[in-house]
């Protein structure tokens, strides 16, 4: 009879399952530092939980970001079995295969059996993020990382409601995402809750129909002096419980170990990181360096390349070192645009290798809105269109954009279509609600948390 049936939480967002031993491990990041240097663990891993990664038979890769996908770490693990998301485009299966990864596709809606009591499931959604479900002995993992389960949510929640014992695992408050924003006269804009993380946590955690909760994919701190300023918001792993209200669910601690056959648990106790800030220039980065011809050349090709900008900016300036450097989507008005400021290597090097993503999410670069935006910015139509759809998905045209979501929709049938639907309805009536309050005022954070409480009793 088995008595090793358990998983660990370590790391950013790393799961290792046991079936008597170490069989799968997800989105390993142990070693390197992400995003140009702008990240780095906030906890050490363990000898014991780096032993079991390094013994495991599978590694499984939710998407593209270096905190999930780093060379750094999956170089130490090229004997593995590689397993992935059927994400469009396959940019991963592609890049791994030809560096002798063994690497697998897993399909999104079957379960695929990796041990005697452990199944998992992938779920992709079309912003090149993907949800894994973990049957461990009967127990299920809900592994959402970074992602929203666009199209997933009826089906999602159909699965939980089999399961007696459910785990909820997804990012909040990591701020995995571009935050250094300006306005024209130079101020920072704050996008920063102020309601205690919890308080929406325990809200979702009911609405998934999860039993537990555990806190994943937000344990990183900044590592460059230039990107050092957003520590100040980041929180620590025993602050998401502040504001955890259910009589349906409960929060568990970040670092954990789950005897499945017990149905008892213990913390594990990672050691703060402590490291001194990286000066830029150890990765290239001298602030004062310009862009050289062939440089903007390349850079203009690259941002007009992606069709779907023409229809809703003006202009992206590039401000590398003292100059502007100017990029037109429309020649006779310049009312709305964007002015990316950033170090002249990793810039380069974000456009040369189509990772414009790590810019935005290493939060070093500065990122000023011209004209009238809404109070989300950059999205849903310029960062998805450049970083998720065009890099990782290949797709820019119209036309390749048009055969990118009907992939998607083929996937999430009829049901996923209408929840892609009420989804997209909720956001744009949530953006039009962001432009009239701020979002730290009394009345919007009051709103917003009746919003997640109907939302979690509604199913």
């Given at each position: 009879m088995k008595k090793n049936i358990k998983f660990e939480t370590i790391g950013n967002a790393t799961i290792i399952c046991y079936d008597d031993k170490p069989v799968l491990v997800t989105d390993p990041w142990f070693d390197g530092n992400p995003y140009f240097g702008s990240w780095s663990l906030s906890h050490e891993i363990p000898e014991q939980q780096q032993f079991a990664i390094n013994t495991s038979e599978y590694i499984w890769i939710s998407h593209g970001h270096p905190d999930h996908l780093i060379s750094d770490s999956i170089n130490h693990l090229k004997h593995k079995k590689i397993l992935l998301p059927d994400h469009y485009g396959k940019r991963i299966f592609h890049g791994l295969s030809e560096q002798g990864f063994n690497v697998k596709i897993i399909k999104d809606k079957e379960w695929t059996n990796i041990s005697e009591n452990i199944k998992i499931m992938c779920l992709c959604d079309f912003n090149q993020d993907a949800v894994l479900l973990i049957d461990i002995n009967g127990r299920l993992i809900i592994n959402m990382n970074d992602c929203v389960a666009y199209g997933w949510s009826k089906y999602i929640r159909n699965i939980v409601k089999k399961y007696n014992i459910s785990f909820y695992l997804r990012l909040y408050a990591g701020y995995a995402d571009m935050c250094n924003f300006f306005d024209e006269d130079g101020r920072q804009i704050n996008v920063f809750e102020s309601s205690p993380?919890?308080?929406?946590?325990?809200?979702?955690?009911?609405?998934?129909?999860?039993?537990?909760?555990?806190?994943?994919?937000?344990?990183?701190?900044?590592?460059?002096?230039?990107?050092?300023?957003?520590?100040?918001?980041?929180?620590?792993?025993?602050?998401?419980?502040?504001?955890?209200?259910?009589?349906?669910?409960?929060?568990?601690?970040?670092?954990?170990?789950?005897?499945?056959?017990?149905?008892?648990?213990?913390?594990?106790?990672?050691?703060?990181?402590?490291?001194?800030?990286?000066?830029?220039?150890?990765?290239?980065?001298?602030?004062?360096?310009?862009?050289?011809?062939?440089?903007?050349?390349?850079?203009?090709?690259?941002?007009?390349?992606?069709?779907?900008?023409?229809?809703?900016?003006?202009?992206?300036?590039?401000?590398?070192?003292?100059?502007?450097?100017?990029?037109?989507?429309?020649?006779?008005?310049?009312?709305?645009?964007?002015?990316?400021e950033a170090p002249r290597n990793s810039l380069v090097t974000a456009i040369n290798y189509e990772v414009f993503d790590d810019m935005m999410i290493g939060n070093f670069m500065k990122t000023t809105l011209h004209g009238n935006w809404s109070e989300d910015r950059l999205y849903p139509n310029i960062t998805p269109y450049i970083a998720k759809y065009g890099d990782n998905g290949k797709a820019k045209t119209k036309e390749n954009l048009e055969e990118y979501f009907r992939e998607y929709r083929k996937r999430y049938g009829i049901q996923g279509i209408i929840d892609l639907f009420q989804h997209k309805i909720e956001l744009k009536t949530k953006n039009i609600y962001r432009d009239y309050l701020p979002r730290d005022s009394w009345f919007y954070q009051k709103s917003k948390m009746l919003y997640y409480k109907m939302r979690s009793k509604a199913f």
């Open positions: 993380v919890g308080s929406y946590i325990s809200k979702d955690t009911d609405y998934w129909g999860a039993k537990y909760f555990i806190p994943f994919s937000s344990f990183h701190q900044m590592a460059r002096i230039d990107s050092a300023w957003l520590n100040k918001h980041l929180i620590d792993p025993n602050e998401y419980q502040i504001g955890y209200q259910s009589d349906k669910s409960e929060i568990l601690s970040p670092f954990i170990q789950y005897d499945c056959i017990k149905d008892d648990w213990k913390p594990l106790e990672p050691k703060r990181q402590k490291k001194e800030l990286v000066d830029p220039r150890e990765y290239g980065d001298i602030w004062s360096d310009e862009l050289e011809g062939d440089e903007y050349r390349m850079a203009k090709y690259y941002f007009q390349s992606i069709e779907h900008l023409y229809g809703f900016i003006d202009f992206i300036n590039l401000k590398v070192g003292s100059k502007d450097n100017i990029i037109e989507f429309k020649g006779k008005k310049f009312n709305k645009g964007i002015t990316f």
